[in-house]
């Protein structure tokens, strides 16, 4: 393996679109504040196991395993995950009390009122299946939905804040629909962990409370239900403190007794739809008959071959693995592992690929079943290939463009200035039965919505959507939003291939920046022969539209003088990805889950 000089740095830092506005406005909202989860005290009450996790992770070590692995942003929902590969269940069981879990102790990322992408390796069949459970847009929307009286674009977050951006989510349909194909444990089961600590109360972690002291009572505290869960006597929950959710505990368990429809249906959705309709000054469109019709669609995979290996994601309305994608192809012809990690040659190529996949993203990724889109062009070898070559240079290129991959539909569509926002979770899992899966889950910002309904939080999705309808240029958006649609997405949970068989399961949060992040964390692995951790855990570089965004407070920016003299935009910023991975070798498992957030691996 070839060692560099910065693969173990242990990153703790603080807290915090094809247009440049867009760029400012992304960069303007600052992401989740990173954790320091190594203190003793953070995590009161963990098992012997997990707190062994806690100190891997503070010590730069993965976590070893033979038979199963499971890695998440929080320790109590890793547990929960944990105890069910115990016992025997699948990785779409334990993802199912993973997630439940998640919506309680991490709301502020993920949890019953958004949306995921799952992927899934069956160890039986060979098969990589993966499944949208993306959140859409009402029935009632239309592509003004973000104008306003003069037809202009809203302000961001004056449009993320109450009903308006409101879809309807997708997340309970997929544990359904997951359990339903691969599930092995009974259903009413997996909710027992998230109905106990609902009930009798979960610590308030370290991260959970630092975001809501950010977010203040004045940005949280416009709806009743949220001020009063997240500021009881009007305070900020604190650190340690013990947070009951009763509401959230009765629509657990009205799940584990009648499935997803008590959720699309009855008293859960019309509670829901009253928090959508209802909000002040901001209501939503959502209605009952958009919750009845809500449907997880099975996609088909988006695999691209790097370094002898497959590549798999989720395909659109995830942007995620078609970009990923094409950054490794379009690496495939240079040897970054003769480079290494500490060149700043190997992030000049890495900066530049990033940079013409996100050109491409702009111009041609939205919903499949709403716009035409090239997937299979854009990853053809003879693409990426050209593109590749554009590569070639010493310096960094001075503009990108999209590229034409041999698609009559490529002029038809204008830039997409639509942002997302650092937010968002991960699980990774993988079973004693070989099965392995990959979900990225979300409620798009931290907060999402603000608004809360039967103890959880719903989601602001519908601002990924692009606000505007047309380009300067007079061109449609693809991205735009129309009724029915699913707004495009960065999410990029991942299972790599060598031979057919899982190596690497990873994926991460982080809006629109998880594309460099993911695609970062497998060249580390694959081309510079780090473990899991490391490579979870090495500083990032991250290029999406032209500046080169380096990670604050980490060896990283000894690399910034060499990459401006290459003619990148340097800025310095703090970049807290979520990474949770998971490698597969013949000797067993290793799990790593990222330094910056507070989540650990399990395994056994």
């Known amino acids: 393996m070839k060692r560099i000089g910065w693969v173990a740095v242990l990153v703790l ?32 009450g963990l098992g012997e196991a997990a707190q062994a996790a806690l100190a891997a992770k503070a010590e730069g070590r993965p976590v070893s395993a033979q038979n199963w692995m499971v890695t998440a942003a929080h320790p109590l929902a890793v547990e929960a995950g944990a105890r069910v590969l115990e016992q025997g269940g699948s990785a779409a069981d334990a993802m199912v009390a993973v997630q439940v879990v998640l919506g309680l102790v991490e709301p502020q990322s993920s949890g019953l009122g958004g949306g995921a992408f799952l992927v899934w390796h069956d160890a039986e069949t060979g098969q990589i299946t993966t499944l949208d459970a993306r959140e859409t847009a009402p029935a009632a929307a239309t592509p003004l939905l973000f104008l306003d009286d003069a037809g202009q674009p809203l302000e961001f977050m004056e449009a993320v804040v109450g009903g308006r951006s409101v879809g309807t989510p997708g997340t309970p349909a997929l544990l359904e629909e997951a359990h339903r194909r ?49 500021f009881p006597d009007g305070q900020p929950v604190a650190m340690g403190a013990m947070l009951q959710n009763p509401d959230y505990a009765e629509v657990l368990r009205a799940l584990a007794t009648h499935g997803s429809r008590a959720f699309y249906q009855g008293e859960i959705a019309e509670a829901i739809v009253a928090a959508v309709r209802g909000a002040e000054d901001n209501p939503g469109l959502l209605a ?90 854009l990853i053809a070898p003879d693409y990426l290939a050209e593109r590749g070559a554009l590569l070639s240079g010493d310096d960094s290129l001075p503009e990108v463009a999209p590229g034409q991959p041999g698609w009559s539909h490529a002029m038809l569509w204008g830039r997409d200035n639509a942002l997302e926002l650092p937010s968002t979770s991960h699980i990774s899992i993988v079973d004693a039965q070989g099965n392995a899966l990959s979900m990225t889950t979300t409620i798009e910002n931290g907060f999402g919505s603000r608004v809360m309904a039967k103890g959880f939080l719903l989601n602001n999705e519908l601002t990924d959507f692009s606000f505007a309808t047309h380009d300067e240029a007079g061109w449609p958006i693809a991205n735009r939003v129309e009724p029915g649609k699913r707004p495009r997405s960065s999410m990029a949970p991942s299972i790599v291939l060598k031979d057919g068989q899982p190596v690497l399961v990873i994926g991460s949060p982080g809006g629109s920046r998880i594309i460099g992040y993911v695609a970062r964390a497998i060249i580390a692995h694959l081309d510079w022969g780090l473990d899991v951790q490391q490579a979870i855990a090495l500083p990032h570089l991250v290029n999406r539209f032209g500046p080169m965004d380096v990670e604050a407070g980490t060896e990283a920016t000894a690399l910034s003088e060499a990459l401006a003299a290459m003619g990148f935009e340097m800025n310095e910023t703090e970049l807290n990805s979520g990474l949770q991975g998971i490698a597969i070798a013949p000797d067993g498992l290793t799990g790593g889950a990222d330094p910056r957030r507070e989540g650990i691996a399990l395994g056994g």
């Open 288 to 377: 009952m008959e958009d919750l009845a019709r809500y449907r997880v669609i099975e996609r088909p995979p988006v695999c691209v071959e790097y370094r002898d290996h497959d590549v798999c994601g989720m395909g659109p309305p995830s942007s995620g693995a078609l970009t990923v994608g094409q950054i490794l192809g379009m690496l495939g012809g240079y040897d970054l592992a003769a480079l290494g990690a500490d060149n700043p040659e190997s992030w000049r190529l890495i900066g530049d690929a990033s940079r013409l996949a996100f050109a491409d993203r702009e111009r041609y990724m939205a919903d499949s079943d709403f716009v035409p889109i090239p997937a299979e062009g």
């Open 13 to 44: 830092g603080g807290a915090g679109l094809g247009t440049a506005w867009a760029q400012q406005e992304a960069d303007a909202v600052a992401p989740e504040a990173a954790t320091d989860s190594s203190a003793p005290e953070a995590f009161a």
């Open 182 to 230: 691969w599930g092995r444990a009974n259903w009413a089961g997996l909710f027992a962990d998230g109905i106990r600590l609902a009930e009798e109360g979960f610590p308030v972690s370290p991260r959970l409370a630092e975001l809501v002291a950010g977010e203040g009572i004045e940005a949280l505290g416009q709806h009743d239900a949220t001020r009063d869960y997240f």
